[in-house]
């Protein structure tokens, strides 16, 4: 009985995390370079930073050449070029960093009473077997569910908790290599079989098995601690929090709260950052994302370590007295 009332608690969390992230999203603080006439560049960021709701979070580029490099370097998710060479209003967008964001973006600029039309460049849009970007979010969400399950398949094999030590290291050491095939099975997939994230093969290949170890590392440190309620702490913090926050479907910007907040700071977030920026981006602003995976993979090595040597020292009988 307790055992089911645990899957309707876990059934009821996965229903309200996903329903709350995606069931009304809301731009809050898009960044958005500016790129715009001197005598008017401070009452256009003043307009911009003091709409309704505070959607966009304007800030001022020098030139084009500075607002795209934004853009491109994810400093911004767009830029909007007044007085350009074109006589038009442009907006540079890269969708391949998230086709949300920059529906969002068009959506903002529509409603704003007063202001010409303004016209969309795509500086960075998706590959064309990429479709609406997602392949990103789905390699690294099969990789984390291909982690965490290899951890529960080695406990309900072998026990939730390891008897020592030495058998810890043993797991981890097999979790390590099945994340390097994993890693490279996934990346076959997007890149040779569909050629969807083509031309990155090693730096995908490192971040999926990096992903992958990750997930697994972590799930053991759960099992290791909790026991077998271990694997339903794997899929409150991978699945139920981690999925609707990693920033596939919509990025932080357009996330309710609690989801933008704790996105980029789990394995999920980190790893679609990661893909993606590399993907499309030539691997910019990802120190962040590389940080959050390394500390959550060298916690959960340490955590399954430690915890399991504190529980050999208690199990082992003390030696025959002399």
């Known amino acids: 009985m307790t055992l089911l009332l645990g899957v309707l608690v876990l059934a009821l969390a996965f229903v309200v995390s996903f329903v709350g992230a995606f069931h009304s999203p ?3 603080d898009i960044p958005l370079a500016v790129v715009a006439p001197e005598p008017a560049r401070a009452k256009v960021l003043a307009e911009l930073n003091g709409l309704p709701d505070r959607p966009l979070s ?3 580029a020098a030139s084009e050449a500075e ?3 934004m853009v491109l370097d994810r400093r911004a998710d767009g830029a909007l070029l007044l007085g350009a060479p074109s006589g038009r209003t442009e907006l540079l967008v890269a969708s391949a960093g998230g086709p949300s964001a920059v529906q969002a ?4 600029f529509e409603k704003v009473d007063g202001r010409e039309a303004v016209e969309l460049r795509d500086l960075r849009p998706p590959n064309p077997a990429d479709g609406r970007g997602l392949s990103t979010f789905y390699l690294v969400l099969g990789v984390i569910i291909g982690g965490y399950l290899a951890s529960a398949a080695l406990a309900a094999s072998y026990g939730a908790r390891p008897a020592n030590l030495r058998r810890t290291l043993v797991r981890l050491v097999a979790l390590a290599a099945l994340s390097v095939v994993a890693g490279l099975g996934g990346t076959l997939v997007v890149d040779t079989v569909f050629d969807a994230l083509p031309g990155h093969f090693a730096a995908l290949w490192g971040i999926t098995t990096l992903a992958t170890f990750t997930a697994a590392a972590v799930g053991m440190a759960f099992q290791v601690l909790f026991g077998p ?3 339903a ?9 981690g999925n609707p926050s990693a920033g596939g479907v919509y990025p932080a910007s357009l996330l309710p709260p609690f989801w933008a907040a704790v996105g980029q700071a789990l394995p999920n977030g980190a790893g679609v950052t990661l893909v993606r920026n590399y993907a499309y981006f030539d691997g910019h602003h990802t120190a962040t994302a590389w940080w959050v995976m390394c500390a959550w993979a060298a916690g959960g090595v ?3 370590c430690l ?4 529980r050999g020292r208690r199990t082992t009988p003390p030696p025959p007295p002399r």
């Open 233 to 241: 702490a794997s899929v409150l913090v991978f699945v139920i929090i």
């Open 229 to 231: 309620a271990g694997v």
């Open 26 to 28: 809301t731009p809050r």
């Open 105 to 108: 973006l068009q959506a903002i």
């Open 302 to 304: 340490l955590v399954s």
């Open 307 to 310: 915890a399991s040597w504190v």
């Open 58 to 60: 304007a800030r001022p």
């Open 67 to 69: 607002a795209r490099a």
